[in-house]
């Protein structure tokens, strides 16, 4: 039976076909270019690298690689491959098994992270609008889907996410780029703990372009917070504030003309800012103080000068300042006084003196800058402190990824001290770039074993020096030049980079040019030659935006601010610290720095961002901007350094896996060494020594060329065994469908069982009550088992225990039977293990409790208290006595006190009881024999004493009458004497006295009362007295 294609997939129904088509889009290589570029033949051309890009862009194939760094091409639309499932596609795959994506470099570098247990970094890099704030917002949110949280830290992933909105709302604008340009550098440190779960993070900022607070291009907006304020705030916000809706009201808002973009809803942004702020952990009273700021830099940007008729100025916008002092918290008159004046320190002492009018407005400007700027300071060290590692313990064994989100080299029609300061920037990631790419590969070289090639690339390090270098490069000139006392301008500065730097190949000014140049340069620009290409800078304002100075006394009025906010943006020290801070150049040097140290220490990967068109329009592919941006990017050089030897390069078994089916002897396994199946492998392609090098584990193949070849071989192989392979897919599909099918319906018949049991349960529940019935026979049957199940494992282990599972209802009879049974049961086993001389006691046990519970109060102590057989043994008793008594055996005695019946006198007494009578010694001599027959009863009292009588025959001559006597054991006396003598019945407790008989029919009473201590002595009346204890 043969099956065609066609009929198979008709066969396999819904499920499998969809699995075929997207697991066939899955690993298929993109067929458009080639989705690496160190594969092109033609490496060093730029045409063909801009010609590849601009054939996968077409496709909407945004991402290319130059081996592992990432080239992405703005797509400016949305694109269905970010999805969850797209997530789950990349996650674990290598690298080159499935088409470029940024999912790749994130699971890539995190995979790397926790497997080489190495800090990574992710640069991300590229011109205005080219998509780097986007690709880092893919990557976090990359990880927030696809990494296990911390069950502690479930919500930083949140926090992380949300602070995204926060930092836009205040550091990103409109500008003619980008509708939503980041105006400042950001490097955020993601920290994964051990298991891999993100539990930490931080930020750092870099220079925001604070110069936009006050004014901005024409078509450029302020930042996007100012008209989210206006445009979302609520009408009591707004009038707390003292605002108005229209943005145009504002002069900081007007200067680009612009406060409208289509691509912008204001509105739902000024929601998601309010809804993330609370989340990042900022208080009520926080967010209403932030707002109390920006509403103050509106108000700022208002107040206006005039001047006076002696030229002094003066504020002409009460309104205004009375919203500062009131939004601000400070005092009104000093901001008037610091808004028109200014206080220097010159020798040490202060001096005040005027503004004028130019003047009051920078100082009005400056103040704006800097109280927006530090507030954007403050806010990302609060979300710092947000998405701060704190759980305990974490920091064990964790990793670090740092994302960094910087912008990309500059070049506008106009570049001043920002472009300079950015490009700056692009050569220090371009030397650290360089350094790290080449150290991997020499590196990758040394640890296979093969030669390194020396690769030809340019040094930027000059570039470097000539901005940064102590002393002599044009950061440390332009410094010492806003230092220099005297006239220092824009000019001076140029003049004397002139006199230092003049001769550097590469710098050049108006007047160091050649005419050619000359011709094209003004007169206030230098030129730096970056490693990227020409930068034409404009000298003006490059002293005051690197003096970035505020007056001392603004300073002074914000330090007393009642904005805690403002308090905490504008410290007290500062004021008081005679020491100038640092220029902004230099400040900038000093983080680009420590960001050089952090980026060092880690792993570095790599996007570059392209911008296809400057009209943000998808599809449209502009070369001359590509290839503007591929030099500025540097991508050449990237590629050069990349492909330094060798284009390709795979692990031993990673090669030998695809390509096996190609040679008779790998095919289909090798069993041996690895590097001899790759070598019989490339042998049998007919590879020359000079096309390929074997390493330790890995294959370097020189020219793309050759692995195209044996690509296409495989390709060809493939469509060959095209048929044999459906149809044994085919077969492996009708047995695992076999097999699936019958695991999935005993599965079914399982739950349905299940069910159905569920049901008959639920229903038997409900008429639980009612009669056994076959409604409910299940569920009772159920309870029953249940309890005998429980009670089997709870039963009572000893008679005493009285421990009983409650029965359900319909079993409390047979429960009462049960708890019976067991009981009789126990008590069997129990008298069955009882030891003669155990069960002689117990008896006598039973006979004294029957006699005396709760009948005597003395009776409680001693049930605890063992019966001895005798309490005098054979050596105590007289041996005449024994002699006398002759075959009567003593069988318990016991010494006594007998009391006598007139006079009542103690006299001491052995108690012996024989078998058949009992009688009282006294030393040598029975006293008095007493036959049990003849005895009448015993009395004792109900107290603690241990007094009994014996009550005799009174009738005729001889009998002396009862006998009195005292027992230290009298339970114990007594209860044997009444078992030996057959009276157990005729033992009386009795409440009172006891009356006794005396000789000739007289009577004798005993009283009893209860005392102290025990006592029996004569009493009144001629009564025997008898005390008893307690
Ligand atoms: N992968 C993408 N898919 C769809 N649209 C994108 C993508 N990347 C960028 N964009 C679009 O391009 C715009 C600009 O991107 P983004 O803000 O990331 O640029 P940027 O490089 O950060 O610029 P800047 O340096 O000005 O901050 C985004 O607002 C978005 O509309
Ligand atoms: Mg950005």
């Known amino acids: 039976m043969f099956f065609t294609p066609l009929l198979f997939l008709q066969e396999m129904g819904v499920e499998g076909r969809l699995r075929l088509v997207m697991e066939s889009a899955l690993t298929a290589r993109d067929r458009v270019g080639v989705q690496d570029f160190v594969l092109l033949e033609n490496y060093t051309s730029e045409a063909a690298f801009i010609e590849n890009l601009r054939r996968r862009f077409k496709e909407s194939l945004i991402y290319t690689y130059i081996g592992s760094v990432l080239v992405s091409v703005n797509p400016y639309k949305e694109l269905e491959i970010y999805s969850k499932q797209h997530m789950e596609r990349y996650r674990g795959v290598s690298f080159y098994e499935i088409s470029p994506h940024i999912y790749a470099l994130s699971d890539n570098t995190y995979r790397s992270m926790r497997t080489e247990r190495k800090d990574q970094c992710i640069l991300i890099s590229g011109e205005s609008g080219a998509g780097k704030t986007e690709a880092s917002k893919k990557i976090l949110l990359y990880y927030a889907v696809t990494c296990p949280a911390h069950d502690r830290m479930a919500a930083l992933g949140d926090r992380l996410l949300q602070s995204n909105p926060v930092l836009e709302a205040f550091g990103n604008a409109k500008t003619l780029r980008n509708d939503n340009s980041s105006r400042f550098g950001k490097y955020m440190d993601v920290q994964f703990d051990f298991r891999g779960a993100p539990v930490g993070s931080h930020i750092l900022n870099y220079l925001l372009e604070k110069s936009r607070v006050v004014h901005q291009n024409h078509g450029e907006r302020n930042f996007h917070i100012f008209y989210q304020l206006l445009d979302g705030g609520e009408e009591d916000l707004l009038k707390r504030l003292d605002l108005e809706r229209n943005p145009q009201n504002y002069q900081y808002l007007v200067k680009g003309n612009c406060p409208r973009v289509s691509s912008i809803n204001d509105k739902n942004d000024w929601k998601a800012v309010m809804k993330a702020l609370p989340i990042i952990g900022f208080t009520e009273e926080e967010v209403q103080e932030l707002l109390n700021i920006i509403a103050s830099v509106l108000h700022l940007g208002n107040t206006q000068f005039g001047e006076g008729e002696d030229g002094e100025t003066h504020i002409t916008t009460e309104t205004q300042i009375?919203?500062?002092?009131?939004?601000?918290?400070?005092?009104?008159?000093?901001?008037?006084?610091?808004?028109?004046?200014?206080?220097?320190?010159?020798?040490?002492?202060?001096?005040?003196?005027?503004?004028?009018?130019?003047?009051?407005?920078?100082?009005?400007?400056?103040?704006?800058?800097?109280?927006?700027?530090?507030?954007?300071?403050?806010?990302?060290?609060?979300?710092?402190?947000?998405?701060?590692?704190?759980?305990?313990?974490?920091?064990?064994?964790?990793?670090?990824?740092?994302?960094?989100?910087?912008?990309?080299?500059?070049?506008?029609?106009?570049?001043?001290?920002?472009?300079?300061?950015?490009?700056?920037?692009?050569?220090?990631?371009?030397?650290?770039?360089?350094?790290?790419?080449?150290?991997?590969?020499q590196e990758e070289y040394e640890t296979e074993g093969i030669a390194w090639e020396t690769v030809q690339y340019f040094d930027n390090k000059i570039i470097c020096d000539l901005i940064e270098e102590k002393h002599k490069g044009i950061i440390s000139i332009l410094d010492e030049e806003c230092l220099r006392p005297g006239e220092a301008c824009d000019i001076s500065f140029l003049e004397k980079m002139e006199d230092t730097l003049g001769g550097h190949p590469h710098f050049i000014t108006h007047k160091l040019a050649n005419g050619k140049t000359r011709r094209i340069m003004s007169r206030e620009e230098f030129r730096l030659l970056h490693y990227a290409g020409e930068v034409n800078y404009n000298v003006s304002g490059f002293l005051d935006k690197n003096n970035d100075s505020l007056y001392r006394n603004l300073k002074e009025v914000m330090c007393q601010s009642s904005n805690q906010i403002v308090r905490q943006c504008f410290r007290k020290e500062e004021v008081i610290d005679q020491k100038r801070p640092e220029m902004a150049a230099t400040q900038f040097k000093n983080s680009l720095m420590k960001l050089m140290e952090i980026l060092i220490s880690k792993e570095p990967s790599y996007v570059r961002c392209i911008k296809p068109n400057d009209a943000k329009q998808p599809g449209r592919f502009d070369e001359v901007l590509v290839r503007h941006q591929v030099k500025y990017l540097g991508l050449m050089e990237n590629l050069r350094v990349r492909r330094a030897g060798f284009a390709y390069r795979r692990r031993f078994e990673a090669f030998l896996q695809r390509y096996k089916p190609l040679c008779p002897e790998t095919w289909p396994n090798w069993h041996g060494r690895l590097a001899d199946g790759v070598s019989t492998l490339v042998n049998h392609l007919g590879y020359k020594p000079e096309e390929y090098k074997l390493g330790r584990s890995k294959i370097f193949i020189r020219f793309p060329k050759t692995l195209f070849t044996t690509e296409d071989a495989l390709e060809a192989k493939n469509c060959v065994g095209y048929n044999t392979c459906w149809y044994v897919s085919y077969i492996v599909i009708v047995i695992q469908s076999a097999w699936r099918g019958m695991k999935a319906r005993r599965r079914a018949k399982r739950r349905r069982q299940a069910a159905e049991l569920i049901r008959r349960f639920i229903k038997g529940f409900i008429y639980r009550h009612e009669e056994y019935c076959p409604e409910n026979e299940y569920f009772l049957?159920?309870?029953?088992?249940?309890?005998?199940?429980?009670?089997?494992?709870?039963?009572?282990?000893?008679?005493?225990?009285?421990?009983?599972?409650?029965?359900?209802?319909?079993?409390?009879?047979?429960?009462?039977?049960?708890?019976?049974?067991?009981?009789?049961?126990?008590?069997?086993?129990?008298?069955?293990?009882?030891?003669?001389?155990?069960?002689?006691?117990?008896?006598?046990?039973?006979?004294?409790?029957?006699?005396?519970?709760?009948?005597?109060?003395?009776?409680?102590?001693?049930?605890?208290?063992?019966?001895?057989?005798?309490?005098?043994?054979?050596?105590?008793?007289?041996?005449?006595?024994?002699?006398?008594?002759?075959?009567?055996?003593?069988?318990?005695?016991?010494?006594?006190?007998?009391?006598?019946?007139?006079?009542?006198?103690?006299?001491?007494?052995?108690?012996?009881?024989?078998?058949?009578?009992?009688?009282?010694?006294?030393?040598?001599?029975?006293?008095?024999?007493?036959?049990?027959?003849?005895?009448?009863?015993?009395?004792?009292?109900?107290?603690?004493?241990?007094?009994?009588?014996?009550?005799?025959?009174?009738?005729?001559?001889?009998?002396?009458?009862?006998?009195?006597l005292h027992c230290d054991h009298v339970i114990e006396a007594v209860t044997k004497f009444a078992m030996m003598s057959g009276r157990t019945n005729h033992v009386n407790i009795s409440l009172g006295s006891i009356r006794f008989a005396l000789a000739r029919g007289k009577e004798g009473i005993v009283d009893f009362i209860r005392g102290s201590e025990l006592k029996v002595a004569k009493g009144k009346r001629g009564h025997l007295l008898v005390v008893s204890q307690g």
């Open 781 to 964: 049957d159920h309870v029953r088992y249940s309890f005998l199940k429980k009670l089997r494992k709870n039963l009572p282990k000893s008679v005493l225990d009285k421990s009983w599972p409650t029965p359900p209802p319909s079993l409390i009879e047979a429960s009462e039977h049960l708890r019976w049974l067991h009981m009789q049961n126990m008590m069997r086993k129990y008298c069955r293990r009882i030891q003669p001389e155990w069960r002689k006691q117990m008896e006598q046990k039973v006979v004294a409790s029957e006699i005396f519970k709760d009948q005597k109060d003395s009776y409680p102590q001693s049930v605890g208290k063992l019966f001895l057989g005798t309490r005098l043994e054979n050596e105590q008793i007289n041996l005449k006595v024994i002699q006398t008594l002759g075959n009567d055996k003593v069988q318990y005695g016991v010494p006594v006190t007998k009391y006598d019946r007139r006079g009542f006198k103690a006299r001491p007494r052995q108690l012996l009881l024989t078998s058949s009578f009992a009688v009282l010694v006294d030393r040598t001599k029975i006293k008095q024999r007493i036959d049990y027959p003849a005895l009448r009863g015993i009395s004792l009292s109900s107290l603690r004493d241990g007094i009994f009588v014996l009550h005799l025959p009174n009738e005729g001559q001889q009998q002396k009458g009862d006998v009195v």
């Open 322 to 441: 009375r919203n500062l002092t009131r939004l601000l918290g400070v005092d009104g008159s000093a901001l008037r006084e610091a808004l028109t004046h200014k206080k220097l320190i010159a020798k040490g002492e202060e001096m005040i003196s005027p503004l004028n009018f130019e003047q009051a407005g920078s100082a009005r400007d400056a103040l704006a800058k800097a109280v927006y700027g530090r507030t954007f300071t403050w806010l990302v060290e609060k979300i710092n402190q947000s998405l701060a590692l704190k759980v305990y313990n974490s920091s064990k064994g964790s990793s670090v990824i740092g994302l960094l989100d910087i912008y990309g080299f500059e070049v506008l029609q106009h570049n001043s001290f920002e472009q300079f300061c950015i490009n700056y920037c692009n050569e220090k990631l371009q030397q650290l770039f360089i350094e790290l790419t080449l150290r991997s590969e």
